[in-house]
């Protein structure tokens, strides 16, 4: 049983940059695609993010591209998402999450098996 804990959420400003992270415990992340999702006030949760178990596939949503860059270090079992250029829109708890869906199946919330609380990102306009 994988448990994963995300840290680094918080309040800031349009335009800055945050890291969050995921440590995992209970298992070893290398084995798992992993990724992260997000769900704002009122909204469904939604995909951010994902590397595949193999390392080598790194798949972003339209709306995070090229501002956000995610992470995994096998090494320390933790799994990072880097957040440029931070958006209003942005503005959303962030879940860190472990599974091993199939490459078209990456951006489903239900082929990940295991998940984090959350941690809450609040950008200000």
């Known amino acids: 049983q994988v448990q994963l804990q995300e840290s680094g959420g918080g309040l800031v400003q349009a335009g800055e940059t945050l890291r969050l992270s995921c440590a995992a415990s209970?298992?070893?992340?290398?084995?798992?695609?992993v990724g992260w999702f997000r769900q704002a006030p009122g909204k469904e949760r939604e995909f951010v993010a994902a590397?595949?178990?193999?390392?080598?596939?790194?798949i972003y949503a339209d709306s995070v591209k090229g501002r956000f860059t995610i992470y995994k270090d096998n090494a320390k079992n933790t799994l990072d998402l880097q957040m440029n250029s931070l958006k209003p829109e942005d503005t959303a708890v962030y879940y860190c999450?472990?599974?091993?869906?199939?490459?078209?199946?990456?951006?489903?919330?239900?082929?990940?098996?295991?998940w984090g609380p959350g941690t809450q990102v609040t950008v200000s306009s």
């Open positions: 999450a472990a599974g091993r869906p199939i490459l078209s199946a990456i951006k489903t919330e239900s082929m990940y098996y295991y």
């Open positions: 209970g298992g070893t992340l290398g084995s798992y695609t």
């Open positions: 590397i595949r178990s193999n390392g080598g596939t790194f």
